[in-house]
């Protein structure tokens, strides 16, 4: 089975860092995302891969080529504009060679196990991962009588979930992907409706998008090495 992760984004938000270094390249504990989620694939079998890129691509070619010393087998894709998610998957049709393959972004990090995800292509033409919601801010807990009993940072809330970002699809799935656009606006509604979109949840996978300086940093203390 082949991944492709999209890293073709502009990353604006991770700016000055990402006027020099793509998204998907940026260190996080001395390692470049994109290493760790072909190690993290690679890890459960997958070595077949393309990256849908765009922004400051000459970087990642440089810096991971065909693949071969990360021992997997490496694409590439390329968008000359900003082309949205499905726009990215749309335009990477043709180094798809299998039935079913797994889609991501390039700027997670995550332990997740992708098996229940593929599974779950059985009776469904995408499946996407969940994770539960965890607050952005410190919760504080208060009693009846205005006193504060504790404080909580940044809980996971219970019931909750979003979306992690990985994906498994079916290929029949492409035909209903614009040439631009974002797969949570065009073509998961569109399963959604049809009940042709499942939903795997993870609650205890570690995951984080790498969005903000403050994501980065958060990550960063927590694989930071000992």
């Known amino acids: ?6 890293a073709g984004g502009l990353g604006r938000r991770l700016a000055p860092l990402t006027n020099e270094v793509p998204k998907p390249l940026i260190p996080v504990a001395g390692k470049p995302i994109l290493v760790r989620q ?8 997958i070595t077949d ?11 990642i070619f440089e810096a991971l080529g065909d693949g071969r010393k990360l021992g997997v087998r490496i694409v590439y894709s390329v968008e000359e504009e900003p082309l949205g998610t499905a726009g990215a998957i749309r335009n990477a049709e043709p180094f798809i060679n299998g039935e ?7 700027d997670v990090v995550t332990d997740l196990r992708v098996k229940p995800l593929i599974e779950a292509l059985e009776d469904a033409d995408a499946a996407i991962a ?51 656009g974002n797969l949570e606006e065009t073509t998961f509604p569109l399963l959604a409706r049809q009940g042709r979109l499942k939903a795997v949840l993870y609650r205890d996978a570690f995951w984080r998008s790498i969005d903000t300086m403050k994501d980065l940093e958060e990550v960063e203390r927590i694989l930071a090495p000992e």
């Open 49 to 59: 891969f393309i990256l849908a890129v765009g922004h400051l691509r000459a970087k």
């Open 130 to 180: 969940l994770v539960p919601l965890r607050s952005p801010y410190g919760v504080v807990e208060v009693d009846d009588e205005g006193r504060v009993k504790s404080f909580v940072e940044k809980p996971v809330l219970e019931g909750y979930y979003i979306n992690a970002g990985v994906y498994a699809i079916r290929r029949g799935a492409l035909r209903l992907m614009p040439e631009k």
């Open 38 to 45: 072909i190690e993290w694939l690679k890890e459960q079998g």
């Open 1 to 6: 089975m082949q991944a492709l992760i999209l």
């Open 100 to 106: 079913e393959f797994l889609a991501l972004n390039g």
